[in-house]
């Protein structure tokens, strides 16, 4: 029963081996274009290249050159991530500050064209849920 299975499987494995014929190509007088495992008689064809299957696990040289280069992406990756992830720490941090001011100060004031000028309830209030949804949106 094994010396079948392993028949079996030794055939299975080595079929996409014999299906890796030769195609030819060649235009006949009426100007069609024909494929065909055998070349004509008496006609100039041309061989196919046929794409050979991926590898199950491809080696790639330990001195190649794309390595390194790939490898050097990869860090200016992780360091434009974590830069973002800072301004977003940064960000999340200033929002929450300005949250705790507007909720528990009423007597805001806010410079508008080099003169300052106070907050009414209503502005006050209409900040707060701006704070809260940006906060709710950028920062975990």
């Known amino acids: ?6 028949t079996a499987g030794l055939l299975i494995g080595l079929s996409p081996l014999s299906m890796a014929a030769q195609i030819y190509k060649w235009v006949d007088a009426q100007g069609v ?14 061989v196919v290249v046929t794409p050979s299957p991926p590898t199950a696990n491809p080696t790639i040289p330990k001195n190649s050159g794309t390595i390194g280069d790939q490898q050097a992406i990869d860090r200016n990756v992780k360091k434009q991530v974590a830069d973002q992830q800072a301004e977003l720490k940064a960000f ?21 064209e080099g003169e300052l000028r106070r907050l009414d309830d209503t502005q006050r209030q ?9 906060i709710a949106e950028n920062c975990q």
């Open 1 to 6: 029963m094994r010396a079948f299975f392993l």
């Open 33 to 46: 274009t024909h494929y065909d495992a055998q070349p004509p008689l008496g006609q100039h064809a041309t």
């Open 92 to 112: 999340c941090e200033q929002a929450r500050t300005n949250l705790a001011q507007l909720q528990n100060n009423p007597r805001l004031r806010e410079e508008v």
């Open 126 to 134: 209409e900040r707060i849920g701006e704070t809260q949804k940006q």
